[in-house]
């Protein structure tokens, strides 16, 4: 909160409040380096006391009496921004202060060999040190600026990949529509089929799903992407000979708010019906229920078969239709806010390979991260070890945004200079 001449409060942002020179030139950041690491950077600690210090202040001044009716209301709402910041970052020096008192038991402990009490010790030391981890999430979580499409519902599309892998691509691209469906289950999100094109080997070509619950953009976003599977086939010469094939498919994040206002001219529009097919190419039922529009001016096509009338499955795909016509608005404003991020996810990275599953030695390898996890049988399951995955990515995307936010207030006290 500053001061004007004019006596009237003005509102600064989180992080538009520390004045003091950052030194992340020297900081090479690297996709190892965790919250526990950014933490102990000395710029990190200066701005958490700055704003620790303004939270201290913004409150003796509330309880003021020299202060007008706006210049409450103004406190009010900084105050309310600053308490859980200031309330997590003395949480974890306390905690701290605790592990470093554990420590220094430890060592005497270890000296009179006095092994029970030790190993009590060290319990208690463990249990600390996760608690800590949970709050160097929680304090960066609030440092970094909620994404306006974080808590929408979804549309997950994905598309078995054309020009290599063939029928390996298809059985991969099912596999992978089964995870995010089991993953929606874990998560106790709805996960609606809006359209499915099965291959005829038993793989899938495409589909697409509507899912719907708590925060599914903010934990689905960075899936965007190309995903690259490697194995040998289960049928063939390749099998006998065990040659390990490489295949892809691809998968969209389309964030869609309750609400998708984007008009659409009927006359731009074309609209066909077909029947609808189901797993393994059999007819779902002999009417032409399926329904395909076309958006003429972009080229835009989307099709459902979920429903036997074809009125709700028209009535579902030109809510499709405009979730993506919608997304173009999205991206855009994205490019514009993510321009300097270091970390490329999410819809910038639709074209790029983003993760590699590779079934010979078991390992799947998500590249932005340089992060390899064990057991792909236990990640296509969808469920915890999915989800552990996921949460690297998340943790890592906000320790990136937290690091671009010092380095640019950086810059902006070299320009001031």
Same mark, same amino acid.
């Given at each position: 909160v500053g001061l004007h001449n004019c006596g009237f409060w003005r509102p600064k942002s989180l992080l538009d409040t520390a004045r003091f020179t950052l030194s992340f030139n020297s900081w090479h950041r690297k996709s190892h380096w965790d919250s526990r690491a950014l933490w102990k950077h000395e710029a990190v600690q200066k701005y958490l006391e700055t704003l620790s210090k303004e939270y201290q202040q913004v409150s003796h001044l509330l309880n003021a009496d020299s202060v007008n009716d706006f210049e409450q209301r103004t406190l009010r709402r900084r105050c309310a921004d600053l308490s859980p910041i200031a309330a997590a970052f003395q949480e974890i020096k306390e905690a701290e202060k605790e592990v470093q008192e554990l420590e220094a038991m430890c060592k005497e402990l270890g000296s009179r060999d006095e092994k029970q009490l030790l190993e009590l010790a060290l319990e208690d030391k463990e249990t600390l040190d996760k608690k800590i981890n949970m709050l160097y999430r929680k304090l960066f979580q609030l440092l970094v600026p909620k994404e306006k499409y974080d808590r929408s519902h979804v549309i997950l599309e994905v598309t078995a990949g054309r020009t290599t892998g063939g029928d390996i691509c298809q059985q991969f691209t099912k596999e992978m529509f089964e995870m995010y469906q089991n993953y =929606?289950?874990?998560?106790?999100?709805?996960? *609606?089929?809006?359209?499915?094109?099965?291959? $005829?080997? /038993?793989?899938?070509?495409? =589909?697409?799903?509507?899912?719907?619950?708590? *925060?599914?953009?903010?934990?689905?976003?960075? $899936?965007? /992407?190309?995903?690259?599977?490697?194995?040998i086939p289960e049928m063939g010469l390749s099998s006998r000979m065990q040659r390990i094939h490489t295949g892809t498919m691809s998968v969209i994040v389309l964030p869609q708010p309750e609400e998708v206002d984007v008009k659409v001219d009927p006359k731009d529009l074309r609209i066909d019906t077909f029947r609808a097919k189901g797993a393994g190419g059999q007819h779902v039922n002999k009417t032409d229920s399926a329904v395909r529009i076309v958006h003429l001016p972009t080229g835009l096509a989307v099709e459902c078969q979920q429903e036997r009338s074809q009125q709700m499955n028209k009535e579902i795909a030109l809510r499709t239709l405009r979730a993506k016509l919608y997304r173009q608005i999205i991206e855009k404003q994205l490019s514009q806010e993510q321009s300097a991020r270091k970390l490329q996810l999410g819809t910038r990275a639709q074209a790029e390979r983003i993760r590699t599953y590779n079934f010979t030695q078991d390992r799947v390898t998500d590249h932005r991260i340089s992060y390899d996890a064990r057991n792909i049988k236990e990640i296509l399951s969808g469920k915890e070890a999915l989800d552990k995955l996921i949460n690297r990515l998340l943790e890592f995307a906000e320790i990136e945004a937290v690091t671009e936010y010092l380095e640019n207030l950086q810059a902006l006290e070299g320009g001031d200079r």
């Open positions: =929606a289950d874990y998560k106790r999100w709805t996960f *609606d089929i809006v359209n499915y094109m099965p291959a $005829e080997i /038993g793989g899938l070509h495409h =589909a697409t799903a509507h899912i719907s619950g708590d *925060d599914v953009y903010r934990h689905l976003k960075y $899936e965007g /992407g190309t995903h690259r599977v490697q194995r």
